[in-house]
């Protein structure tokens, strides 16, 4: 079974925790029961459940390129990542990822492919319904299959499907877009299912598909030509157009973590982070990421989350509508994930930035340089490896390395390493960096 994971996102839904490169799937806030790693985030859950329940499973992962740090950080250096070169919507990322699958991983044209989004919270046998998908398109019966959730209450966020028949198994009828509530509840009584954005079909069905919408020849030149595709939506596209598809009933749990209010509902503790609330509070969620504490007292169903991007408390309900508050908020990134470890803002400044830096043991940075700032590397623990202009330098606790304007310089961590890193500069920005391949 091909299983391709959409992993896309803003990360304006869930600020202050979320931002352009971290978004809300990146954010640890389940509990593992690992002492290693006491929390996961919703990629690394649904990964797990994917793995573990059909591990022979191919996952590849569709993404932009700022999240592909954050994902090999999370799930490891050799999980299958398909990465689009910008945002161009569901139609042409699911495009680019066929043809991934096809000319890259070589995967056959009369195989079965399963669409999935990152971050839903679902229970196992999801999964086992996803599996069921895959041998749905195997099958041949219809060229689409979509998952239909069994809805428990009319909802206005989610679009519906309305089924020709009430078997578990049936052809579609019509689509419709996210409805009031009153509509709803009239979809509902026609044996209206959600559209959990689940579908299935055999890889060379979408191949030909991508083929009619767009001029190319292969992966490579789609994905040279990407930047100009016309963003389009998956359903827009090719599911709303389909006359020979189908659908299959899922009965079992599913969540779309999409804002605060949702997810408090799936937190197994009211707090994360340095948070205390007395017994006054009652269905207040606090998420703290800073040293700091925080401390609530008389709460009703708020939502407190608090990182070096910013600090939320929210009614619940009105968590869902931060969007365009939230784009209003200019401020400068101050957390990242990296395929070798963890980057945070300490301290900014005009002229000087204090970065704490973490990498993990065998982790490195890649090989750069900066015209326009200085840096200084305070080794705080572990042991590692320093390279400036090819010179090898070893380093341990209480190494300093600088490194003027201009020099090639990387670090490699033999151990979990923290660096605190001392940039100082007239100018002092991100795109300040020349990579050294």
């Known amino acids: 079974m091909n299983i391709i994971l959409l992993s896309g996102g803003s990360g304006t839904r869930l600020w202050p925790l979320s931002n352009e490169i971290r978004s809300k799937q990146f954010i640890k806030l389940f509990k593992t029961g690992r002492a290693d790693e006491p929390y996961e985030s919703m990629v690394q859950r649904v990964y797990r459940q994917i793995t573990t329940g059909s ?36 139609f042409p990322a699911i495009a680019l990822a066929a043809a991934y699958l096809h000319d890259v991983k070589g995967v056959s044209e009369d195989e079965a492919v399963v669409v999935c989004p990152v971050d839903p919270y679902v229970e196992n046998s999801y999964y086992e319904a996803v599996a069921k998908l895959a041998e749905l398109a195997n099958e041949g019966n219809a060229n689409l299959t979509l998952m239909g959730v069994e809805p428990t209450y009319p909802s206005e966020k989610y679009g519906y499907i309305i089924p020709e ?25 026609r044996g209206a299912l959600w559209n959990a954005g689940v579908f299935a079909f055999k890889l060379g069905y979408l191949i030909a598909k991508s083929h009619e919408i767009i001029d190319y020849t292969d992966y490579n030149d789609l994905f040279n030509k990407y930047e100009n595709l016309s963003k389009i939506s998956f359903d827009y596209a090719v599911v709303e157009k389909e006359p020979s598809i189908q659908v299959m009933r899922y009965a079992g749990e599913w969540k779309d973590i999409g804002t605060w209010n949702m997810l408090a509902e799936v937190m197994t503790e009211p707090t994360k982070g340095n948070a205390l609330l007395d017994e006054t509070c009652d269905g207040t969620n606090v998420i703290n990421e800073l040293d700091i504490p925080v401390l609530g007292m008389g709460l009703k169903d708020l939502i407190i989350a608090v990182s070096g991007d910013g600090i939320l408390v929210a009614d619940k309900e009105r968590s869902g509508y931060m969007k365009p508050y939230v784009e209003k908020i200019s401020t400068e990134i101050k957390f990242a994930e990296k395929s070798w470890g963890t980057y945070t803002v300490i301290d900014a400044q ?3 930035m204090t970065v704490k830096i973490a990498l993990k043991a065998g982790g490195k940075m890649t090989y750069h340089s900066h015209e326009l700032r200085d840096e200084c590397w305070n080794i705080i623990s572990g042991e590692g490896e320093a390279v400036v202009d090819g010179e090898k330098i070893p380093v341990k606790k209480g190494s300093t390395v600088s490194i003027p304007k ?18 100082t500069g007239d100018e002092i920005s991100k795109e300040d960096k020349t990579t050294i391949k």
């Open 55 to 90: 591990p022979s499973a191919s996952v590849t992962i569709a993404t932009s390129k700022s999240q592909v740090s954050a994902i090999k950080n999370q799930l490891g250096s050799k999980v299958s990542v398909c990465v689009e070169p910008c945002r161009r919507d569901t």
């Open 165 to 189: 028949t009430s078997q578990n198994v049936s052809p579609v009828s019509e689509f419709k877009e996210k409805p009031t509530a009153e509509k709803a509840e009239e979809y509902i009584k």
């Open 350 to 352: 005009p002229g000087a």
């Open 406 to 423: 201009g020099a090639k310089h990387t670090l490699l961590a033999k151990t979990d390493m923290t660096v605190i890193e001392v940039q």
